[in-house]
């Protein structure tokens, strides 16, 4: 049965009267921009609720403490420590299991097709953060050289998402293997450069967590239950070694097992044999009620899809939507609330907004078109099929729209200092401005423009 008929026969399916009402939340799922409609929903709440007159409130919930333990095993931290230490763990899990797809059969798993969006992503990270640097060397804001870094997936994809055919397919691919480089890079900068002071025996608690993890998937363990209990012990053995409890979720996902038990043709011998079976005995026989037999095959097909499927492949596709919809939203309202207190041009205008803003909106679309370009003049690299310069161009843009990875750099370098205002509000300008600008540049491009 080919795919389309599946889901047809699928849809015609009696369903139960919760599917009614579900059925707007889960076609607005299905948008490639939903994700970062509601990421932006999201941030324009934190922004009006923390300059509205209930802006304690919006304060107040965030430092109200959260105890999780018991006896003497107990963590009590702020609710937005949660979101940030916690919550965002299961974020840069999912980014290191799109990494690990990405190395092992994705635009990176060659030098020849990952050459382009690496130099594309050095350039989109060296440049930015040398413009910064530059602004703030000397001053108590230079510490925040890492935030023009970053690269939001989620907002750049919705963005390119919203151009429909006139964004082709390999600027797509471009624009993700890029920021999923981008991503590599802040993963490493937080854990070198923006790491507290380290306790060394919960640092080898985990490297020993560690070891076991790896251990497990070379000898075949497969069972996800086992990886998310050893997981949840290395993210608290980081969270108390004084190197960023996030980074534990990138080494964790890279613990995962990516391969399958077997393969698509086995899957495909299996499945005819399964359902010419099931066929035979439907033909012949007038009671059409399940038998032994019906329901045997109905669990060798579950058993077949957990073994075409790998343990990667599962947890990637689970958590994504949870990733998306809740995760990065619930970051976003937390962190995005700037209150604008006093002179909003002195805040937009003090060294580390401009840092931030003349790295975002300049440094990325300077860093990736040149990096490009002598990627391809060098003969590293090769422009994809379709795509122009002016695209390329235009996906520089869109680069600078750092948001969720910018806000989480910015909270671990200033802290609940007043620069952490500033860079917000750099942050929020830059990404607005890049975006509006990527779009416009994009929008205005024949498909195939040259």
Not at 104 to 131: H, T, Y
Not at 193 to 213: E, N, P, R
Not at 416 to 428: A, D, R
């Amino acid at each position: 049965m080919a795919h389309s008929e599946l889901t047809a026969t699928l849809e015609r399916a009696h369903q139960p009267p919760i599917q009614k009402i579900l059925k707007p939340i889960q076609s607005f799922i299905k948008l490639e921009t939903s994700g970062g409609i509601l990421l932006l929903l999201c941030t324009v709440v934190a922004l009006v609720w923390a300059n509205s007159p209930w802006s304690n409130s919006y304060t107040s919930l965030w430092q109200t403490p959260f105890t999780i333990g018991f006896g003497e095993f107990v963590l009590n931290k702020a609710f937005i420590l949660w979101i940030n230490d916690g919550l965002m763990a299961i974020f840069f899990f999912v980014v290191g299991l799109e990494i690990k797809r990405e190395l092992l059969s994705g635009e990176l798993s060659s030098f020849r097709k990952a050459a382009l969006p690496i130099a594309a992503a050095i350039g989109g990270m060296v440049v930015p953060a040398g413009i910064y640097f530059l602004i703030n060397r000397g001053t108590e804001g230079a510490a925040g050289w890492g935030i023009p870094m970053a690269t939001d997936i989620a907002f750049a994809l919705g963005v390119l998402a919203m151009l429909g055919k006139r964004a082709p397919l390999a600027l797509k691919i471009f624009l993700t293997a890029l920021a999923i480089v981008d991503d590599i890079g802040a993963v490493l900068v937080i854990a070198l450069f923006y790491t507290a002071q380290i306790s060394w025996t919960s640092l080898g608690i985990g490297a020993i967590l560690l070891v076991a993890l790896f251990a497990a998937n070379r000898l075949g363990v497969r069972a996800i239950l086992v990886y998310m209990i050893l997981g949840a012990a290395l993210w608290l053995a980081f969270l108390k070694s004084g190197v960023h409890a996030t980074i534990a979720g990138v080494l964790l996902a890279f613990t995962i097992p990516a391969r399958s038990v077997i393969d698509h043709n086995a899957f495909r011998s299996l499945l005819n044999a399964v359902s010419d079976k099931l066929v035979k005995r439907n033909d012949e026989r007038e009671d059409k009620e399940k038998t032994e037999d019906e329901q045997a095959a109905v669990h060798t097909l579950e058993k077949a899809c957990e073994m075409v499927e790998s343990p990667l492949q599962r947890l990637e596709h689970g958590l994504h939507p949870w990733v998306t919809y809740m995760i990065i939203p619930v970051f976003a309202l937390a962190n995005a609330g700037v209150t604008i207190s006093g002179s909003f041009t002195a805040s937009l205008t003090s060294q580390v907004s401009l840092g931030i803003i003349f790295g975002l909106i300049f440094g990325k679309q300077i860093g990736v078109t040149l990096f490009s370009w002598l990627a391809v003049k060098t003969k590293m690299a090769d422009l994809p099929a379709n795509v122009s310069w002016r695209q390329i161009y235009g996906v520089s843009c869109l680069a600078g729209i750092g948001f969720t990875m910018s806000l989480f750099i910015a909270t671990l370098g200033f802290g609940e200092s007043m620069n952490l205002t500033y860079s917000k509000i750099g942050i929020l300008a830059a990404s607005l401005i890049s975006g509006i600008a990527g779009w416009l540049l994009l929008f205005s491009t024949r498909p195939a423009d040259s």
